[in-house]
């Protein structure tokens, strides 16, 4: 790999160890006592908000592939006058 990603990749992983050392300590300091069904909604909203966001992204992703962006922006009607 040359130096260049290097200076990317380790600041990155030095705020991603910050951010999950933050989550650990404040689950420790504020959760206090989280009866069972508050754990199964925290792992559903969690899974749900990463179901919406990968299938709207999926959406996003097929919708340039497919050429409906082009259409919508007005450049698919240059594209065929020429």
Same mark, same amino acid.
């Given at each position: ?6 200076? /990317?990749? /380790?600041?990155?992983?030095? /705020?991603? /160890?910050? +951010?999950?050392? *933050? !989550?650990?300590?404040?689950? $420790?300091?504020? +959760? &206090? @006592? ?5 754990? *199964? !909604? #925290? $792992? &559903?909203?969690?899974? *749900?908000?990463?179901? #919406?966001?990968? &299938?709207?992204? +999926?959406? +996003?992703?097929?919708? @340039?592939?497919?050429?409906? %962006? @082009?259409? !919508?922006? &007005?450049?698919? %009607? ?5």
């Amino acid at each position: 790999m040359s130096m260049g990603k290097w200076y /990317v990749i /380790v600041p990155l992983l030095a /705020v991603l /160890v910050a +951010a999950l050392w *933050f !989550a650990g300590s404040a689950w $420790i300091e504020f +959760a &206090g @006592d989280i009866p069972l069904y508050g754990y *199964f !909604a #925290i $792992i &559903g909203g969690v899974f *749900f908000s990463l179901l #919406i966001g990968g &299938g709207l992204m +999926a959406l +996003a992703f097929y919708s @340039d592939r497919a050429g409906y %962006d @082009d259409m !919508a922006s &007005g450049q698919h %009607d240059q594209n065929n006058k020429s």
